[in-house]
C-alpha cells in the first residue's frame, strides 16, 4: 500500500479492517495535490526502490494483544482521571468512572444483554457491545434513562448509508449531529427551542458526549489516530420540538422505517 506520511495511520487502520494488518505500507511525502508536477515526479521517483523492496518482503508477523473486558482502576476521582487520560479514554472534560454497578445499571436500562453487538465501528472496526457502549455513556454522565436513546444513536451512526467510515477518517471538520424527535424528547428533557447547542441541558450534551466517545474509545477515531481534521470536532446532540410534525412526513416510509426508534 502507498500513502502519504501524513496518513500512515489511516492506511494502518485500513489494512487491518481487511484483515491485512501485516501490510506493508511505503509513504510519500504529504501532500500530493496541488505541487509542482516535477515535484511529485520527484517524490515518486524515490519512492520506487522502497516499493519493490515491500514487494518482495515477507509479511510481519502480527501479534495479538488482548485486551481486558474490565480494568482496575483507581478508586479515587481524580486519580482515575489521570489513569483515563493516559489510556486517552478522556475527550478533555472529566469523566464519571463507569463502576460495575453503574453499568450493569446502564446496560439493564436499555432491555438488552451486555454482549450484544450493535455492529463494527469504524475505522478500527471493533464491535461495539451494549456494555461497551453503555461504559461509555456512563464516562459521559448519562443517567441510565437516557441508554436507549444512547443506544438507538450508535444503531444510526453504524447503518451503512451514513458512512461512518468517510466521516471519522477525514480531514475535514464535520461530526455526527443526532437528532431525537417525538414524545420521548419531551420525557427526558431534551432541549429543543432556544440554544439547542449551547450549554445547560444534560440530556443534549450526554447523549453527543456518549456517541463521540463510541467512535474515539471503540472505533479508535482520534486526532492523527488515524483522523486528521486541522481544527478538530465536536459530536453534538439536537432534539427537534415535539410540538414540529414527525421526520416521518419530511421523507419516504422507507428511509424513515431506518432511523432507530426509542419509545
Not at 500513502?3 to 501485516?22: I, K, M, N
Not at 437528532?179 to 432556544?194: K, Q
Amino acid at each position: 500500500m502507498i500513502a502519504t506520511d501524513l496518513f500512515l495511520p489511516l492506511a494502518r487502520a485500513v489494512a487491518r479492517q481487511e484483515g491485512l494488518e501485516s501490510m506493508a505500507v511505503v509513504t510519500v511525502s504529504h501532500p500530493v495535490g496541488g505541487v509542482e508536477p516535477h515535484v511529485l515526479d520527484e517524490r515518486l521517483a524515490a519512492a520506487v526502490d522502497r516499493v519493490a523492496e515491500a514487494l518482495l518482503s515477507s509479511p510481519e508477523e502480527v501479534r495479538t494483544v488482548s485486551v481486558p473486558a474490565v480494568h482496575d482502576a483507581p478508586g479515587d476521582v481524580l486519580e482515575f482521571l489521570a489513569f483515563a487520560d493516559g489510556r486517552r479514554w478522556s475527550d478533555g472534560l472529566p469523566l464519571v468512572p463507569p463502576t460495575e454497578e453503574l453499568v450493569a445499571r446502564a446496560v439493564a436500562a436499555t432491555g438488552r444483554a451486555a454482549g450484544e453487538v450493535l455492529g463494527l465501528v469504524p475505522p478500527s472496526n471493533r464491535g461495539a457491545t451494549v456494555g461497551a457502549v453503555a461504559a461509555n455513556a456512563v464516562m459521559a454522565g448519562c443517567p441510565p434513562e437516557l441508554m436507549p436513546v444512547v443506544v438507538a444513536a450508535v444503531e444510526a451512526a453504524l447503518v451503512p448509508s451514513f458512512n461512518l467510515q468517510a466521516l471519522t477518517t477525514t480531514t475535514h471538520p464535520v461530526t455526527p449531529l443526532v437528532i431525537v424527535h417525538g414524545p420521548v424528547a419531551e420525557r427526558l428533557g431534551f432541549n429543543g427551542g432556544a440554544n439547542v447547542f449551547g450549554q445547560g441541558n444534560r440530556a443534549n450534551a450526554g447523549v453527543g458526549r456518549a456517541l463521540r466517545l463510541v467512535l474515539q474509545n471503540i472505533g479508535e477515531a482520534r486526532p492523527g489516530r488515524p483522523t486528521g481534521p486541522p481544527t478538530g470536532r465536536r459530536a453534538s446532540t439536537r432534539t427537534a420540538s415535539p410540538r414540529t410534525p414527525p421526520l416521518r412526513s419530511a421523507r419516504s416510509t422507507k428511509s424513515a422505517a431506518a432511523v432507530p426508534r426509542v419509545r
